[in-house]
């Protein structure tokens, strides 16, 4: 059965960081895009960083560059993404999402058709 499962939210003070971890299951990920997308109170859902399975491309939201930084490991069908340099702006739920293969990996939501439950990360004094 296809799953997504995100963890490694939590609170964290301004200039912390955290390391997100997607786990999947389910499908041959190697064909996929996995791409980590954000919602903030009140905020439509952004996309922050996704990541190409097959040859490790990457992309990033210009907000979040030189601070996060997306990696996989492909032997366990894990996606991580360690955030550094904390601003409270990056609270929201953070998701992964399964989207196709381009030449470069995309950061808007409609290639991706199946999506985690979410993990909050809350930035915070």
């Known amino acids: 059965q296809l799953q997504l499962v995100e963890s490694g939210g939590g609170l964290v003070q301004p200039g912390g960081s955290l390391r997100l971890s997607c786990a999947a299951s389910?499908?041959?990920?190697?064909?996929?895009?996995i791409g980590w997308f954000r919602q903030a109170p009140g905020k439509e859902r952004e996309g922050v960083s996704c990541i190409n399975m097959s040859d490790n491309s990457t992309n990033y939201a210009d907000s979040v560059k030189g601070r996060f930084t997306i990696s996989r490991d492909a032997a366990t069908a894990t996606v991580y993404l360690q955030m550094n340099s904390l601003k409270p702006d990056d609270t929201g739920v953070y998701y992964c999402g399964r989207g196709q293969q381009y030449r470069r990996c995309v950061l808007w939501g409609a290639p991706y058709d199946y999506w985690g439950q979410g993990t909050q990360v809350t930035v915070s004094s």
């Open positions: 389910g499908f041959t990920l190697d064909y996929y895009a």
